[in-house]
């Protein structure tokens, strides 16, 4: 069987040269931009992720820290520890005369006292002052509180 003579490749030839420097960086790895492409995804990743993490535990540290400085103004029950809410619409509870003078933002720790009934403590953190404390009554399966 006759065989073909072969070719060398003439490295001098522009097209050659492009053909062969293609070759080798297909055959060098992966590009740098799908490097960098990754990292940034892995970055993005790894910054959600730890977002995540240090914003879930600091809730209760939060609210600790809520009910450490409203401890500072009054004494609280020492055997009880408090549901925190936060007031987000102030205009709903403007006819009540315990809420009148609540903000967006004001901190509500609720102080179980009878059946219904608790004791709620309105707090301002940014003022770091007691707004006003009360027994009030709250409805079960409703979001409002009445005085």
Do not use: C, H
């Not at 995540?52 to 009910?67: F, L, M, R, V």
């Not at 007031?87 to 059946?115: H, R, T």
Request: hydrophobic share 45%.
């Amino acid at each position: 069987m006759p065989t073909e003579p072969q070719q060398s490749l003439n490295l001098k030839d522009p097209a050659v040269r492009r053909m062969a420097t293609k070759s080798a960086i297909v055959a060098s790895g992966p590009s740098p931009i799908l490097l960098v492409l990754a990292g940034v995804l892995a970055g993005g990743l790894l910054a959600g992720v730890s977002v995540w993490y240090w914003s879930s535990g600091k809730t209760a540290k939060t609210e600790d820290a809520i009910i450490a400085e409203v401890g500072r103004s009054v004494i609280l029950p020492a055997d009880v520890k408090p549901r925190v809410a936060e007031m987000v619409n102030p205009e709903a509870f403007k006819e009540d005369p315990f809420w009148s003078q609540a903000a967006v933002g004001d901190k509500i720790l609720i102080y179980p006292y009878q059946g219904e009934i608790v004791r709620a403590i309105i707090w301002r953190p940014t003022e770091q002052k007691i707004v006003d404390i009360g027994l009030v009554s709250i409805t079960p399966g409703s979001t409002a509180a009445q005085p």
